[in-house]
């Protein structure tokens, strides 16, 4: 593919010429594939809109390299930093207090007073970040309500030569968006992730708890229709007829053309790095319909859950 480059200095070098003209260009990182653009520059954002065709409320996660970077554009507290040295970089998102005199788009937050971050763990994009001035804001590279892409070919799949710039990071390991947590008002987490509820409240020493329905979109994964394939999808069943795609989970289904295997051996982990390869793959075998097994709803089980119940809206 012409568009895909691979992981170099020299791409690496265009990729940064393409982001300082404001250009928007599609990234790897560790949850899924993103388009990336100028976190401060108006035009950028009004791309990354307009190519994914993203309602406007809702908001853009802003990608930083370092601490060093963010303490430019939010406030932060001793609960923030507490989650950051245990989980970041990693697939953590967090929701904090824009500074007034934060340069990020406000078309990048949606005008709101908060602002969603995250440090990448992925060493392609972290590289990336380190070589800019600005930080990056980085949805999923998919058309808004599409399975999120897990390869370089996937955002091919979405947009063909639309862009023109693909840096190549090889699979997503996680495969599943961030973990989103509030830190601005009470603390939440507002979207399921591979960093369990259990697991921050944990370090927090406290109970946190998930949110379970908004009007106010404060960060992204909040919309009702999500991560879908357009296809309908049924979830907790026990059978599908030889016309539907069947997915499941564990070793006790046989092998079967129309049945789609997240993870033979049942691991959660497994299942979630191809859930959205799963999706994509039964979508281009043009299936009409897709049943699926019910997932144990525990650890990484509760995103996959999230986004199981999402696309099927």
């Not at 790897?28 to 993103?34: A, F, K, L």
């Not at 399921?192 to 406290?206: D, E, F, N, Q």
């Not at 992204?220 to 394939?229: A, D, I, Q, T, V």
């Amino acid at each position: 593919m012409k568009n895909i480059y691979k992981n170099s200095l020299v791409n690496l070098n265009k990729a940064k010429k393409f982001l300082k003209k404001n250009n928007i260009i599609a990234v790897p990182t560790e949850t899924v594939y993103g388009l990336a653009g100028n976190a401060y520059s108006n035009t950028s954002i009004k791309k990354i809109y307009k190519l994914k065709k993203r309602p406007k409320k809702n908001p853009l996660i802003i990608h930083y390299h370092n601490l060093q970077a963010l303490k430019k554009d939010a406030n932060i507290d001793e609960k923030f930093l507490t989650l950051y040295k245990k989980f970041s970089p990693g697939p953590l998102t967090y929701v904090l207090q824009k500074k007034k005199e934060s340069k990020i788009s406000s078309l990048a937050n949606a005008n709101l007073k908060s602002i969603a971050v995250r440090f990448p763990k992925n060493v392609v994009i972290r590289n990336l970040l380190k070589q800019l001035n600005f930080p990056l804001a980085i949805p999923s590279a998919n058309i808004s309500s599409n399975v999120s892409p897990i390869k370089a070919i996937d955002v091919v799949d979405e947009f063909g030569k639309k862009i023109s710039f693909i840096l190549d990071g090889g699979r997503s390991k996680i495969g599943l968006e961030s973990t989103v947590i509030s830190l601005y008002g009470k603390t939440k987490i507002l979207r399921p992730g591979a960093i369990s509820h259990k697991k921050i409240g944990k370090v927090l020493k406290t109970n946190i708890s998930i949110l379970k329905k908004t009007k106010k979109l404060r960060s992204p994964g909040l919309l009702k229709r999500h991560y879908s394939p357009g296809i309908p999808i049924k979830l907790n069943c026990k059978k599908a007829d030889s016309k539907t795609a069947f997915v499941v989970f564990g070793k006790k289904y046989k092998k079967a053309k129309n049945i789609f295997n997240l993870s033979l051996k049942g691991s959660l982990e497994e299942a979630a790095k191809n859930l959205y390869k799963t999706l994509r793959k039964i979508k281009n075998l043009k299936y009409k319909k897709i049943n699926v097994v019910k997932i144990p709803n525990q650890n990484i089980g509760i995103a996959i859950n999230d986004r199981l119940k999402r696309a099927s809206y």
